[in-house]
């Protein structure tokens, strides 16, 4: 089965909602995953997944235990064309996430799970917000000077929840909370 591991943000606030605005009118996903995500590893499969899930939380447990809130900072716009155009932000990984996404590589391997996509492990950790995706080339030019003109940097959103997806006949669905941020105390709470 096919899974990915993202972090999700606070729905509140200015930045949230521009963002938010923008994907719901030009991702073709956005019915999927309406709410913003960061993927923190490429979609990876698994052999064994009975106790994954509890060293997943361990791991994120050990990294965040007694933070109150996770600010992520997001510095520019990238953009791919080929057989889908998307545009993405690009984050300024902070260092608990850079820690996090090493540890899943570790027991992603320790499951005999193996990444869907190839390439050096140091690529596996490049992280991006997806803000658009669509199939018709002779309007990506222009979205993605709409999407400059639109959102403006420094752009900061709120961790909410660390997430597991996956992924069935090509659609992606949400599975589980590991972890999220309580927003009346601003402790992490375990999800049972």
């Known amino acids: 089965m096919k899974h990915f591991v993202a972090l999700s943000f606070q729905a509140h606030g200015l930045h949230y909602q ?11 996903k956005y019915f999927e995953i309406p709410e913003l995500h960061l993927p923190l590893l490429p979609p990876f499969n698994l052999k064994n997944e009975k106790s994954f899930l509890e060293d997943m939380k361990d791991s994120i447990e050990n990294q965040f235990f007694g933070d109150n809130k996770l600010k992520i900072s997001f510095k520019d716009l990238k953009c791919i064309s080929g057989k889908r155009q998307s545009i ?5 990984i902070p260092e608990q996430i850079m820690y996090c996404q090493e ?3 570790e027991i ?12 050096k492990k140091n690529m596996l950790f490049q992280s991006f917000l997806p803000l658009a995706r669509f199939d018709h080339s ?11 003109e639109e959102i403006e940097f420094p752009l900061y959103l709120f961790a909410s929840e660390f997430k597991l997806f996956t ?3 090509s659609k992606n669905y949400y599975t589980k909370t590991l972890f999220k941020f309580d927003k009346q105390n601003g402790f992490l709470n375990l999800m049972a």
Do not use: C, Q, T, W
């Open 18 to 28: 521009k963002v938010h605005s923008f994907k719901k009118r030009f991702d073709i």
């Open 138 to 148: 002779e309007i990506f030019m222009d979205i993605y000077h709409l999407a400059k």
């Open 108 to 119: 992603i391997n320790e499951y005999n799970g193996s990444f869907l996509r190839n390439g």
């Open 88 to 92: 993405f932000l690009v984050p300024k």
């Open 103 to 105: 540890s899943f590589y």
């Open 167 to 169: 992924k069935v006949n």
